[in-house]
């Protein structure tokens, strides 16, 4: 079943997947802004967020007075790092960035209840490809869940502007694509097809190869020890808990690594990252929800949610419904998660 869009151009909301053209999004989004608009663009730094704050970037060059990229995660993968190092993005921490005084605001790639830094902010426009929200509204607003990646969006939007992507911003946004469809494995649409055919002929491929490669540091190898030594398959299900975590980022890799085993349907990986319990979920989406899951077994103790694929949670430590003089465990992981699952 095809996931809901939601659009909202000039007060007019629309569901439909057809209604509004690339122009019209366009024109819409370009009437928010003012020439001495100062423009805050947030995202949650990955390949397709930091693809898409680039083309956005790129839209409103000449339009505003400035642009600012502000993301509120620290980016620890070497893959992103490599990304924004070569590429040279100009991205600023957002707890460093004075973000209610800019004039305009612009959440991409999220929406405002994805993240409590989020919801504390009012934007002027939301563009997105994760299932629709609740509670919140912006002036401008682009989700299409059933693309594989916003930088597909940002394509249409810079195509649309009869804007030629420089060889930097199409190699972030082939690479945005290549990452969120998992290299159209994912479900996707022809038009990120055709988004990716577009950029590949201005893209360094060869830069993106260098992304792909930079993975693991040395010292992250442990986990993978960690995580072969807590592994509980139960029913085609995997479970690991790997206690501290330097970064989430290792958790991710970890999930995506059993994810390829035999017989191995479901991949639930946790770890503890400051105060927060984060679990990445994976599974091959054929009769399987991730977001879904997620949200089921974490929704209420915090954030969760995410794609058929793949989702994520991340919960207040305080939180967790934990035993009396009990820590979270591998165990506790199967306990809560099979509640929701047949």
């Given at each position: 079943?095809?996931?809901?869009?939601?659009?909202?151009?000039?007060?007019?909301?629309?569901?439909?997947?057809?209604?509004?053209?690339?122009?019209?999004?366009?024109?819409?989004?370009?009437?928010?802004?003012?020439?001495?608009?100062?423009?805050?663009?947030?995202?949650?730094?990955?390949?397709?967020?930091?693809?898409?704050?680039?083309?956005?970037?790129?839209?409103?060059?000449?339009?505003?007075?400035?642009?600012?990229?502000?993301?509120?995660?620290?980016?620890?993968?070497?893959?992103?790092?490599?990304?924004?190092?070569?590429?040279?993005?100009?991205?600023?921490?957002?707890?460093?960035?004075?973000?209610?005084?800019?004039?305009?605001?612009?959440?991409?790639?999220?929406?405002?209840?994805?993240?409590?830094?989020?919801?504390?902010?009012?934007?002027?426009?939301?563009?997105?490809?994760?299932?629709?929200?609740?509670?919140?509204?912006?002036?401008?607003?682009?989700?299409?869940?059933?693309?594989?990646?916003?930088?597909?969006?940002?394509?249409?939007?810079?195509?649309?502007?009869?804007?030629?992507?420089?060889?930097?911003?199409?190699?972030?946004?082939?690479?945005?694509?290549?990452?969120?469809?998992?290299?159209?494995?994912?479900?996707?649409?022809?038009?990120?097809?055709?988004?990716?055919?577009?950029?590949?002929?201005?893209?360094?491929?060869?830069?993106?190869?260098?992304?792909?490669?930079?993975?693991?540091?040395?010292?992250?190898?442990?986990?993978?020890?960690?995580?072969?030594?807590?592994?509980?398959?139960?029913?085609?299900?995997?479970?690991?808990?790997?206690?501290?975590?330097?970064?989430?980022?290792?958790?991710?890799?970890?999930?995506?690594?059993?994810?390829?085993?035999?017989?191995?349907?479901?991949?639930?990986?946790?770890?503890?990252?400051?105060?927060?319990?984060?679990?990445?979920?994976?599974?091959?989406?054929?009769?399987?929800?991730?977001?879904?899951?997620?949200?089921?077994?974490?929704?209420?103790?915090?954030?969760?949610?995410?794609?058929k694929e793949a989702a994520r949670a991340e919960v207040p430590l305080k939180n967790l419904p934990l035993r009396e003089n009990h820590e979270f465990s591998t165990h506790t992981l199967m306990r809560l998660a099979t509640r929701h699952m047949r």
């Amino acid at each position: 079943m095809q996931q809901k869009r939601l659009e909202k151009i000039a007060d007019t909301i629309t569901r439909s997947a057809s209604r509004n053209s690339a122009r019209d999004r366009l024109n819409g989004l370009w009437e928010l802004f003012d020439r001495d608009d100062e423009v805050l663009i947030v995202i949650s730094a990955d390949p397709d967020a930091l693809a898409s704050a680039m083309a956005m970037k790129r839209l409103l060059s000449y339009r505003v007075g400035s642009v600012t990229i502000g993301y509120p995660n620290e980016i620890r993968r070497l893959n992103n790092l490599t990304m924004v190092e070569r590429l040279k993005i100009p991205i600023e921490r957002l707890h460093t960035l004075p973000v209610k005084d800019y004039s305009k605001r612009i959440l991409i790639d999220s929406q405002p209840t994805h993240q409590p830094c989020f919801e504390k902010l009012e934007f002027d426009a939301v563009i997105d490809h994760h299932p629709v929200t609740e509670g919140w509204d912006a002036k401008f607003i682009d989700i299409r869940p059933e693309y594989g990646a916003v930088s597909t969006m940002m394509v249409e939007y810079l195509r649309a502007a009869g804007i030629k992507p420089s060889v930097a911003l199409a190699t972030a946004l082939f690479y945005g694509i290549k990452v969120d469809t998992q290299n159209f494995e994912k479900s996707s649409l022809l038009a990120d097809g055709i988004a990716f055919r577009y950029v590949f002929k201005f893209a360094n491929r060869n830069l993106v190869r260098k992304f792909e490669l930079t993975e693991l540091r040395r010292s992250e190898l442990k986990y993978f020890k960690i995580a072969l030594n807590e592994l509980k398959v139960s029913k085609g299900r995997a479970y690991i808990h790997l206690g501290r975590v330097g970064t989430p980022d290792i958790q991710v890799i970890i999930a995506d690594f059993f994810n390829r085993v035999d017989k191995i349907d479901w991949v639930l990986v946790s770890g503890i990252h400051g105060e927060k319990l984060i679990v990445i979920f994976r599974c091959d989406g054929y009769r399987k929800n991730a977001g879904k899951l997620a949200q089921k077994t974490f929704g209420e103790f915090g954030s969760a949610g995410g794609h058929k694929e793949a989702a994520r949670a991340e919960v207040p430590l305080k939180n967790l419904p934990l035993r009396e003089n009990h820590e979270f465990s591998t165990h506790t992981l199967m306990r809560l998660a099979t509640r929701h699952m047949r």
